[in-house]
C-alpha cells in the first residue's frame, strides 16, 4: 500500500495473514495502570503460540501503526510481532513499571525488542530497569541513542508541559529531512507527519520530556543481551558522535548499516530493515525464546538466513 492509506483501514479491507481474534480493525487498548487516562495501543499479530514476541516501540512523532511494513512482512513469515504505542508518562522510571506491568498483562516473561531513537532509549532503559530479573531477551535499536544529553535539551526537558502543541510539534519537525530525498523517502515523511498530527499535546510533551530529560544507558546492566545495532549513512537527527557513542557502549553487538533510509528506514527501506531483523532473530530459533512459529521455518529457508548473515558478518 502505499503510505498514504492509513494502515489500520489497509488491514481491515485485505488481511494478508492469519491469526487470532484482535488482529485485525482498529488496535487494542489496555490500561494496566491505576490511572484510566494511561492507556496503552497495540497491535498483536502473528501465532498467540509464540511467547516470546519481538515488540516495536516507536520514535516520539510515531505511533504503533508505523511499523506496519514489519507486521505485514514478518507475521506472513510467521513470527509473532506487537507493535505498541504508549501512553503519557513523565520520567523513564514510570515508563518502566507501566511497560512491566503491560508484559505481565499479556502473559510474556521475556521479549525481543525492536526501538527506534526513543523508542531504542526506552527499550535500553527498561532492560536496565528488569536487569535483575531479565524481562528483555534481546535488543534491536534503529537510529537510537544511550544518551540524552546529547540533544542539549535537558535544560528544557522540564518545560514541555506547558508548551502548546503546535510549538511541539515545530520542535519535532525540525529533526525531519528538509532537503532533497528520495520518493519513497518523501512519502515516508509525510506519512510520520500525518502521526505526529495525530498526537495531542500531553502525548507529543511527555515523549519529548522523556527524550530530552537528563538520564543514560548504565552499560554494565545490560552488557549479557544480544544486540543489533541499525543505523543509516545518509542525514538523520542522529549525529555522527551519538553513532559512535553507541558502537562504544556495546562493543559486541551486530551492526547493521543502511547506505540511505534517514530518519525512518522501516518504512523507506523495510525490506532491508526486515531482512535485518531476521538476522537477528535468526540467533533464537529452535530455542524457547524463538519468536517464529517452527512449523514455518525450512531448513531450506534457515541456509539463506545463515548465508546472509555470513554476509552481513562479512561486510562488518
Known amino acids: 500500500p502505499r503510505l498514504s492509506h ?3 483501514l489497509y488491514w481491515r479491507e485485505e488481511p494478508p495473514w492469519g491469526g487470532g481474534k484482535g488482529t485485525w480493525g482498529w488496535p487494542r487498548q489496555i490500561i494496566v495502570d491505576d490511572d484510566d487516562s494511561k492507556i496503552w495501543s497495540l497491535y498483536d499479530a502473528g501465532p498467540r503460540n509464540i511467547r516470546c514476541p519481538l515488540i516495536f516501540l516507536p ?7 508505523v511499523f506496519f511494513r514489519q507486521i505485514l512482512a514478518l507475521t506472513g513469515w510467521g513470527y509473532r510481532v506487537i507493535a505498541l504505542q504508549y501512553p503519557v508518562y513523565w520520567d523513564h522510571l514510570e515508563f518502566c513499571d507501566g511497560f ?6 499479556l502473559q510474556l516473561d521475556k521479549v525481543h525488542l525492536f526501538g527506534a ?8 532503559k527498561f532492560a536496565e530497569y528488569t536487569h535483575t530479573s531479565p524481562r528483555v531477551h534481546s535488543l534491536i535499536l534503529c537510529n537510537s541513542f544511550s544518551d540524552t544529553s546529547i540533544f542539549n535539551q535537558t ?3 522540564n518545560s514541555f508541559w506547558l508548551m502548546p ?4 510539534k515545530k520542535i519535532v519537525l525540525g529533526n525531519f529531512s528538509s532537503g532533497p530525498v528520495d520518493p519513497m523517502m518523501a512519502d515516508a515523511i509525510d506519512f510520520m ?3 505526529l498530527e495525530s498526537l495531542g499535546q500531553s502525548e507529543l510533551a511527555s515523549r519529548l520530556t522523556l527524550n530530552c530529560q537528563n538520564s543514560y544507558v548504565e552499560p554494565h546492566k545490560i552488557r549479557d543481551i544480544p ?3 541499525m543505523d543509516v549513512f545518509d542525514q538523520s537527527a542522529l549525529s555522527t558522535e551519538a553513532k559512535e557513542e553507541m558502537y562504544k557502549l556495546y562493543p559486541n553487538a551486530r551492526r547493521a548499516h543502511l547506505k540511505t533510509g534517514g530518519n525512518f528506514p522501516y518504512l523507506c527501506r523495510s525490506a532491508e530493515v526486515n531482512l535485518y531483523v531476521q538476522i537477528h532473530l535468526l540467533q533464537f530459533h529452535g530455542t524457547k525464546y524463538a519468536a517464529i512459529d517452527p512449523s514455518m521455518v525450512s531448513a531450506e529457508e534457515l541456509e539463506v538466513q545463515k548465508g546472509s548473515l555470513g554476509v552481513s558478518q562479512e561486510e562488518q
Open 117 to 124: 531513537s526513543l523508542g531504542g532509549f526506552l527499550a535500553q
Open 6 to 8: 492509513l494502515p489500520g
Open 59 to 65: 520514535p516520539v512523532s510515531g505511533t504503533a501503526d
Open 155 to 157: 535544560w528544557t526537558a
Open 193 to 195: 507527519v500525518d502521526r
Open 165 to 168: 502543541s503546535f510549538m511541539l
Open 100 to 105: 512491566r506491568k503491560l508484559l505481565d498483562h
Open 227 to 229: 544486540v543489533t545495532v
